[in-house]
C-alpha cells in the first residue's frame, strides 16, 4: 500500500458524459500528479500540482482538467467523453516538487460506451 | 523530445535465474532520473529502483540491481534469483531534474514471466 488513495476504483459511464476522479496524496506529500494509462498511448503524464498550483503540463486534452485543493487532495474532471478515453488514471505523490519518487495510487479504470 | 525505449516487449526467466531487462533512453539533459517501475496484474505501480545521472556508482535494491551506462544513455535491471512474484510489467522512466517539475516519461513496458 502506497499510501495514496484513488476513488473511485472503477467507472462506467457513456460517452458525452462527465466524471470526476479524485486523488488523496499520502500523508505530508504536497505533490500530486495524474498520469494516463492507455493501450494504444501507453502510460502518460498528464498533469502536475504542488501545493495547490499547477507546476507541470503534458499531454492534457483541453476536455479535461484538473485541481488541487487546500487540503492536498486532487480531483481530474473529464468532460465530453469519448471512447477513446477509456483508460487507467493514476494519480501518484510525492513529498515536494523536486524530483523525487512517485508513489502512485491504485489507479481508476474508466470505461466510456 | 525525450524518449525512453524498452526493445523487449515479453521476457521469460526460470525460477532462481538472473533476467536483464533493457532500456535506452535519449536526452540532451545532463541531470535527470532514472526509475524501473514495477506493475504486477494488480495494476499497480510499484517503484523497483532509482538511479541520480549524476551517480556514477548503480543502485542495488536487494535483487535488483541496474547497470547504468550514461554515455550509452542506457539503464538495464537485472533481477536475481528470480521468484514467481517478480512476474508483471516493467517500466522504465525517465526524469528530468528542473528544480520545479518532475514528470516521468516511460517507456512502453517489458512482461516478464517467471517460470517453475
Known amino acids: 500500500d502506497s499510501g495514496v488513495t484513488q476513488t473511485p476504483k472503477h467507472l462506467i459511464t457513456a460517452t458525452g458524459q462527465r466524471v470526476t476522479l479524485r486523488c488523496s496524496p499520502r500523508s505530508g506529500d504536497l505533490s500530486v500528479y495524474w498520469y494516463q494509462q492507455s493501450l494504444d498511448q501507453g502510460l502518460q503524464f498528464l498533469i502536475q500540482?504542488?501545493?495547490?498550483?499547477?507546476?507541470a503540463k503534458g499531454n492534457i486534452l483541453e476536455r479535461f482538467s484538473a485541481q488541487q485543493f487546500p487540503d492536498l487532495h486532487s480531483e481530474l474532471n473529464l468532460s465530453s467523453l469519448e471512447l477513446g478515453d477509456s483508460a487507467l488514471y493514476f494519480c501518484?505523490?510525492?513529498?515536494?516538487?523536486?524530483?523525487?519518487?512517485?508513489?502512485f495510487g491504485p489507479g481508476t479504470r474508466l470505461l466510456v460506451l | 523530445a525525450q524518449t525512453v525505449t524498452q526493445s523487449q516487449p515479453e521476457m521469460s526467466v526460470q525460477e532462481a535465474e538472473t533476467v536483464t531487462l533493457s532500456c535506452t533512453y535519449d536526452t540532451s539533459e545532463s541531470d535527470y532520473y532514472l526509475f524501473w517501475y514495477k506493475q504486477p496484474p494488480s495494476r499497480q505501480m510499484i517503484l523497483v529502483i532509482r538511479?541520480?545521472?549524476?551517480?556514477?556508482q548503480n543502485a542495488t535494491e536487494n535483487r535488483f540491481s541496474v547497470n547504468f551506462q550514461k554515455a550509452a544513455k542506457s539503464f538495464s535491471l537485472k533481477i536475481s534469483d528470480s521468484q514467481l512474484g517478480d512476474a508483471a510489467m516493467y517500466f522504465c522512466a525517465w526524469c528530468r531534474n528542473t528544480g520545479t517539475a518532475s514528470k516521468l516519461t516511460f517507456g512502453t513496458g517489458t512482461r516478464l514471466q517467471v517460470t517453475l
Open positions: 501518484a505523490s510525492s513529498p515536494r516538487s523536486l524530483v523525487e519518487t512517485q508513489y
Open positions: 538511479q541520480e545521472a549524476y551517480k556514477q
Open positions: 500540482y504542488y501545493n495547490g498550483e499547477e507546476r
